[in-house]
C-alpha cells in the first residue's frame, strides 16, 4: 500500500508512532483490533427502532438503519440503510451499510456493506465480505466461524 502511494505521487512520510499497534495478517487479529476500537463507543440511535426491540450498552444505528423484533447488546454499530429483524446482535459487532441481517444471531464480527445474513443461528468470530449472502441450509447449529471474500454466496447447510 505504501509503495502504490509513492507510485502515484502522494506526499509520504514516516512519524513516530507511540499508540495501539497490532499487525492484522489473520481475521483473529483484525477482530482483536475491531473489538479495541469499539470499546471506545458511545450511544448514538438516529435510525429506526421498533418497539419490540432492545438496545444495551454502547449502540449506534446510523441514519436510514432499521433495527425490528431484535436484541442489540453493545458495543455494536447498525450502518446507515441496513436492517436487522428478528435477531439478536452483539456484543462486538459492526454491521456495514445497506446489510440484510435476518432470523440471525451474530457476535464478535463484521459484516461489510451489501453483505446479507439469514436464519444463521450463531455467527461469531467472523468477517463476513462485500455483498456476500451467508444463509441456512436447514438444521440449526450453535455457532459457525467464517472469513466470507466479497460477493460470495454461503449456504451452510446445519
Known amino acids: ?16 508512532y507511540d499508540g495501539y499497534w497490532k499487525d492484522v495478517g489473520r481475521p483473529a487479529d483484525v477482530l482483536d483490533c475491531h473489538r479495541r476500537v469499539l470499546g471506545d463507543l ?7 427502532v421498533d418497539e419490540a426491540s432492545v438496545l444495551r450498552g454502547a449502540v449506534v444505528v446510523a441514519p436510514g438503519a432499521r ?9 455494536v454499530i447498525i450502518g446507515t440503510d441496513s436492517l436487522v ?11 456495514g451499510r445497506g446489510c440484510v441481517l435476518t432470523d ?14 439469514t436464519t444463521v443461528s450463531g455467527l461469531a468470530g467472523s468477517l ?9 441450509g436447514g438444521r440449526r447449529r450453535s455457532r459457525h466461524l467464517l472469513v466470507a471474500g466479497d460477493d460470495v454466496r454461503i449456504e451452510i447447510a446445519e
Open 1 to 16: 500500500a505504501i509503495q502504490w502511494l509513492v507510485d502515484q505521487g502522494a506526499d509520504v512520510r514516516a512519524r513516530e
Open 42 to 48: 458511545s450511544r448514538d440511535v438516529a435510525g429506526e
Open 67 to 75: 433495527v425490528e423484533r431484535s436484541q442489540i447488546e453493545g458495543p
Open 85 to 95: 429483524q428478528g435477531s439478536r446482535i452483539g456484543p462486538d459487532v459492526s454491521i
Open 104 to 117: 440471525t444471531r451474530v457476535t464478535n464480527s463484521i459484516v461489510m456493506d451489501g453483505a446479507a445474513v
Open 128 to 136: 463476513v465480505g462485500r455483498g456476500a449472502t451467508v444463509a441456512s
